[in-house]
């Protein structure tokens, strides 16, 4: 369990097999995208698969991160945190920690895609550095809405 000091009561942890219902439901609560209970099961198995879970207490899961390193490239999938506890830098240490990982595991550059109407986060991704390097047109559906392409030289 590794403690933050700017968020002395929040934990961020690898997740274990036993708690990817938790990931799961925190995924679909906040309207993302989910390999579903199966889905993360086999990446925890990937080399180069990072999934993060902070925790306030063993049973109180806040948020997840999840990326895959790829030779030197960390594509980031997914960073959700419950509405409860947004706006606390929960998703920025989720970042910090998920980019630290990726560090370790030889990542130089990290991409990530988000909705262009998702304001918050693109203001938690221009803080940590990323910058907008592309557009997708009409990318998402369920609502529609262009992807930003970021990128973040590590």
Same mark, same amino acid.
């Given at each position: ?26 995924? *679909? +609560?906040? @309207?993302? !995208?989910?390999?579903?209970?199966? %889905?993360?099961?086999? /990446? ?50 989720? *970042? +910090?920690? @998920?980019? !630290?990982?990726?560090?370790?595991? %030889?990542?130089?550059? /990290? ?44």
């Amino acid at each position: 369990m590794r403690n933050n000091p700017c968020h002395p009561s929040i934990s961020v942890l690898d997740v274990s097999p036993d708690i990817v219902p938790e990931v799961v439901a925190i995924e *679909l +609560a906040c @309207g993302l !995208s989910s390999r579903g209970e199966q %889905g993360l099961l086999r /990446a925890l198995d990937t080399p180069g698969f990072i999934s993060l879970i902070a925790t306030l207490s063993p049973q109180h899961h806040v948020g997840v991160f999840s990326g895959l390193v790829v030779l030197d490239e960390l594509q980031i999938d997914n960073i959700a945190v419950i509405h409860q506890t947004r706006q606390s830098g929960i998703a920025s240490l989720l *970042l +910090a920690h @998920g980019i !630290s990982r990726a560090r370790l595991l %030889g990542a130089t550059i /990290a991409f990530l895609e988000v909705r262009s109407a998702n304001l918050p986060a693109i203001n938690l991704y221009r803080k940590a550095g990323f910058e907008v390097i592309g557009q997708r047109p009409a990318y998402y559906v369920n609502p529609g809405d262009d992807a930003l392409l970021m990128s973040l030289h590590l």
